[in-house]
């Protein structure tokens, strides 16, 4: 994927003031992780960072440009929505340290047909939606390609160690964790989530918190 920038501004309005932003078309962000002295509080235009980070996963790396000439390289940590417009209302991103590798996790992709389905009705149960991984940030992969064509029969799965990584990406879950298994019947949805063929929901990441969005921090402060 070609690289991805964000151009920012920095900005002074904190707490419920950054309604006023949102009127004007500016999502309020902030950039904070352990290279960063304190967090930096941005805006960004709302309608470009829609439209960018609808194209992202969790473990894309974004070079965000702030006015002024400092240059920020980060993934996305969390994203706020409004729950009844479902547009964003803040985001928070994790700076990096591009020689400093991270854990965290990256989005499985499954792709194929499996057999079991066609042959045998099977139903494909996704243990798994994710896996964790450690490397430096410029050798994260975006998602991980699970091919599931060699699921031919019930009972046939794919274990982590059966999935192929790409260079210098170590994986930290247990090899012999199931990834995904196909089945007959549907298993209790507190144990699995039956997705057949579908593609994993973005997950959240393992690196250090830092420090949460600069709105609660202006708060602290009063």
Do not use: W
């Not at 440009?65 to 940590?77: C, D, L, N, S, Y």
């Not at 450690?134 to 794919?158: A, F, Q, Y």
């Amino acid at each position: 994927m070609e690289k991805v920038i964000l151009k920012a501004t920095k900005r002074d309005v904190l707490g419920k003031q950054v309604r006023a932003l949102r009127r004007d078309g500016q999502l309020p962000a902030v950039i904070y992780g352990r290279h960063v002295d304190q967090p930096v509080s941005i805006s960004l235009d709302a309608h470009v960072a829609e439209q960018v980070f609808a194209k992202l996963t969790s473990s894309t790396l974004v070079t965000i440009e702030v006015a002024g000439g400092e240059e920020f390289t980060a993934i996305v940590r969390e994203k706020q929505r409004n729950y009844i417009k479902g547009n964003l209302t803040h985001v928070d991103f994790l700076a990096l340290d591009l020689t400093e590798k991270i854990r965290t996790k990256v989005r499985l992709t499954f792709v194929g047909v499996a057999p079991a389905v066609k042959d045998y009705s099977a139903v494909l149960v996704h243990r798994m939606d994710a896996l964790e991984v450690e490397c430096l940030p410029t050798d994260l992969p975006e998602r991980i390609t699970v091919d599931i064509s060699s699921i031919r029969e019930i009972g046939n799965n794919i274990h982590v160690r059966e999935i192929p990584l790409p260079e210098n990406v170590l994986v930290l879950d247990d090899e012999d964790d199931v990834v995904i298994v196909a089945t007959l019947v549907k298993e209790d949805a507190a144990d699995a989530a039956v997705v057949p063929g579908a593609e994993a929901a973005a997950p959240d990441l393992s690196v250090e918190r830092g420090k949460k969005d600069d709105e609660a921090a202006a708060s602290a402060k009063k």
